[in-house]
């Protein structure tokens, strides 16, 4: 299997704030605490953490996100002058950049299930943790926590994530240059954090509906405050989930099932 290698990603990286500082650990209980740690610290909007490996690598919902050597386990510490409201914004467009990397790096074609998920064929290949700071009225900082299965068997998951999950190395039947594949993320990453930051995040949502697998799909939504079925019908200017039952239901976080096919 490949190496890791911050030198290897740091070479003709064309970005000017993502990836300014790469800190490499081959083990760690997760790069999400790593980040959030340094950026406490006074760590750089840009500065990037990778993990050969976590002992507690964490998923949305308290979730517990399988780590093993050979994935792509990256997280990016951002300090936009936003409000809290915006940031989930910020999931969405990760999205677009690890999809966007992964369909022009790999040839596949991985859909986003809103708001995070990055699936090949309804098989979970890659998701984000989108963790923030903030006070009222101003964040601090955010960290964007990005998993992909990259060079991993499939054999190596446990219990149901051998049927609901898969790998690029699963579905290309090779590995992938992860230095190459995090370079060409970072770029991508750069590319929508700056529209979004110039008041141009209607490029991203544009590029998210093009990569959707949620739009036009029966799904069922868990929010902290209800359950909401119906089709969804598209995202709205920032990035909220429009869902049609007796009305229209706008949907700005929640855990999303695909219930219908495509
Ligand atoms: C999810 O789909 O539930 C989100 C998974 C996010 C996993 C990544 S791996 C790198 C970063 N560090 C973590 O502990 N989690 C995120």
Not at 30 to 34: A, E, L, P, V
């Given at each position: 299997m490949s190496e890791f290698s911050s030198q290897a990603i740091k070479e003709n990286l064309q970005t000017i704030t993502i990836g300014s500082e790469i800190h490499y650990f081959d083990e760690v209980e997760?790069?999400?605490?790593?980040a959030k740690s340094l950026a406490e610290k006074g760590a750089k909007d840009g500065e990037v953490v990778i993990a050969e490996r976590q002992r507690k690598g964490k998923g949305r919902l308290g979730r517990v996100w399988h780590s093993p050597p050979g994935g792509i386990w990256l997280s990016i510490i951002l300090k936009p002058e936003i409000t809290p409201s915006d940031a989930p914004k910020i999931?969405?467009?990760?999205?677009?950049?690890?999809?966007?990397?992964?369909?022009?790096?790999?040839?596949?074609?991985v859909k986003l299930k809103w708001p995070n998920d990055i699936l090949f064929n309804e098989k979970k290949a890659g998701g984000i943790l989108t963790e923030m700071h903030a006070e009222v009225g101003k964040v601090n900082y955010v960290i964007v926590g990005i998993g992909i299965n990259a060079n991993l068997d499939i054999v190596s998951f446990q219990g149901e994530l051998q049927t609901t999950a898969t790998t690029l190395k699963h579905e290309l039947k090779k590995d992938i240059d992860r230095n190459k594949f995090v370079q060409r993320l970072l770029m991508e990453f750069e590319n929508e954090y700056s529209s979004f930051l110039n008041d141009n995040f209607a490029s991203t949502v544009k590029k998210w509906k093009t990569l959707s697998g949620t739009l036009g799909r029966k799904v069922r939504i868990t929010t902290a405050a209800e359950i909401i079925q119906g089709i969804a019908l598209d995202i709205d200017k920032d990035g909220a989930l429009l869902v049609k039952n007796n009305g229209i239901k706008r949907v700005l976080a929640g855990e999303c099932v695909h219930l219908s096919e495509t």
């Open positions: 997760s790069t999400n605490d790593i999931t969405l467009l990760a999205g677009v950049a690890v999809a966007r990397t992964i369909n022009e790096m790999c040839y596949l074609n």
